[in-house]
Nanobody, 121 residues
Framework: QVHVVESGGGLVQPGGSLRLSCTAS????????MSWVRQGPGKRPEWISD????????RYKESVKGRFTISRDNAKSTLYLQMNDLEHEDTGLYYC??????????????WGRGTQVTVSS
């Protein structure tokens, strides 16, 4: 079965940076779209970014464009999210998910436990 483990979250001040990682197993990572999904306090999960299998296509939620960069290393079955210029609104539990913008957010059973990102002064 699909199994992913997120890491790299933490407490950071506004304007700071974090790099999240996700190690994946249980499926062919190199042929799968991958996404990052986050859930803020009291909010529904929201898709924030995805990348196609060969890294030719990347897409971002409008509010994170220019600040976040999604990438992947297929040899390591690892997904990354570089987050710069973090804002209070970026606070939430970040999940790694198999699938693109259309599939990742509905497949909660395939998400990991998430990694917490807290942006606070």
């Amino acid at each position: 079965q699909v199994h992913v483990v997120e890491s790299g979250g933490g407490l950071v001040q506004p304007g700071g940076s974090l790099r999240l990682s996700c190690t994946a197993s249980g499926f062919t990572f190199s042929t799968s779209y991958m996404s990052w999904v986050r859930q803020g306090p009291g909010k529904r999960p929201e898709w924030i970014s995805d990348v196609d299998p060969d890294s030719r296509l990347t897409r971002y939620k409008e509010s994170v464009k220019g600040r976040f960069t999604i990438s992947r290393d297929n040899a390591k079955s690892t997904l990354y999210l570089q987050m710069n210029d973090l804002e209070h609104e970026d606070t939430g539990l970040y999940y790694c998910a198999r699938g693109d913008i259309y599939g990742a957010i509905v497949n909660k059973d395939s998400w990991g436990r998430g990694t917490q990102v807290t942006v606070s002064s």
